[in-house]
Nanobody, 124 residues
Framework: QVQLVESGGGLVQAGGSLRLSCAASGRTFSNLATGWFRQAPGKEREFVTAINWRGDSPNYAGNVKGRFTISRDNAKTTVYLQMNSLKPEDTAIYYC?????????????????WGQGTQVTVSS
């Protein structure tokens, strides 16, 4: 089992930036695919981005592509989500997820470890 702890959320104005971090422990980080999902009030959890266990071929949702970037630091066992040009519709709780030897899927059901989430609020 993998333990995931997100941080970096907060309140930002539209057009601003935030960087989320997800620190992992409990399993060999370099063997993990990691992803970010988000859930806004009254909405289903949706895929944001993911990267496979090899750390290449990142996958982005269409509504964040070009604005968000996923990256990982195996030495720090941490995955990051850099969010630029934020919009009010990006407001949500952001969750980090991990899957052993995963391919960076956009399907939440493929991930077996989840963090507790971090709130991101973008004001207009």
């Amino acid at each position: 089992q993998v333990q995931l702890v997100e941080s970096g959320g907060g309140l930002v104005q539209a057009g601003g930036s935030l960087r989320l971090s997800c620190a992992a422990s409990g399993r060999t980080f370099s063997n993990l695919a990691t992803g970010w999902f988000r859930q806004a009030p009254g909405k289903e959890r949706e895929f944001v981005t993911a990267i496979n266990w090899r750390g290449d071929s990142p996958n982005y949702a269409g509504n964040v592509k070009g604005r968000f970037t996923i990256s990982r630091d195996n030495a720090k066992t941490t995955v990051y989500l850099q969010m630029n040009s934020l919009k009010p519709e990006d407001t949500a709780i952001y969750y980090c997820a991990a899957q052993f030897l995963g391919d960076g899927s956009s399907m939440a059901g493929n991930y077996d470890s989840w963090g507790q989430g971090t709130q991101v609020t973008v004001s207009s």
